[in-house]
């Protein structure tokens, strides 16, 4: 990849990221939220994964290796992918509104969000990051990047267990309804709407 290449690639996390802090200022107050250890299981690892991905030089040789050869196409490529994933979390993002948290939280009236992106998955946001970090990792061409995705998958799906057993809890049979219709992280191709019967 051209060196001035990466900064469209940092840039666009860069502008989601500005979005992602600016719009976490307006939620609502907790009245359940994680501890501090459960929060390191999937944080941690997610932190290492945009590493991975984040920094221009990696201090494991083996990790820089190329598992894509260096073309423009691969880069503009992952670009596209990473900017598409990155676009459908700000989509369920928005959806979400107050009720968002980055933590696994129950919300003062905390409401079940089952429209827009959350009619196609009922976690849009992990499943669009992960979209984004496989895009990322198309783009730098080099092993780090998948490594990444390898590291991230497993803190998303630690996260989101814990969620749905906490959503289980406060919505009941509402929540086990739309557990069954909506896949969690990976559309059905071809499958009639979600809110079909």
Not at 2 to 13: D, I, K
Request: net charge positive; with cysteine; proline share 7%.
């Amino acid at each position: 990849m051209h060196p001035e290449l990466r900064y469209l690639l940092t840039g666009a996390w860069f502008a989601w990221a500005v979005f992602w802090l600016a719009t976490a200022l307006r939620t609502k107050a907790a009245v359940r939220r994680e501890g501090f250890r459960s929060r390191l299981t999937h944080f941690g690892p997610l932190f290492l994964a945009f590493l991975l991905i984040a920094l221009p030089r990696f201090p494991v040789p083996l990790l820089e290796a190329r598992f894509l050869p260096p073309h423009p196409a691969w880069f503009w490529l992952g670009l596209a992918v990473t900017g598409a994933g990155l676009l459908f979390t700000v989509w369920a993002r928005i959806c979400l509104g107050r009720n968002w948290s980055g933590t696994v939280t129950i919300k003062e009236q905390h409401e079940l969000i089952v429209s827009g992106p959350y009619r196609l998955v009922r976690h849009p946001i992990y499943t669009g990051l992960l979209l984004a970090f496989a895009g990322s990792a198309v783009a730098l061409g080099e092993w780090r990047g998948i490594l990444g995705v390898f590291v991230a998958l497993p803190a998303f799906w630690w996260k989101l267990s814990l969620e749905e057993a906490w959503l289980q809890e406060q919505f009941g049979v509402a929540w086990t309804s739309y557990r069954e219709r909506v896949p969690a992280l990976l559309p059905r191709i071809g499958a009639t709407r979600p809110d079909a019967g």
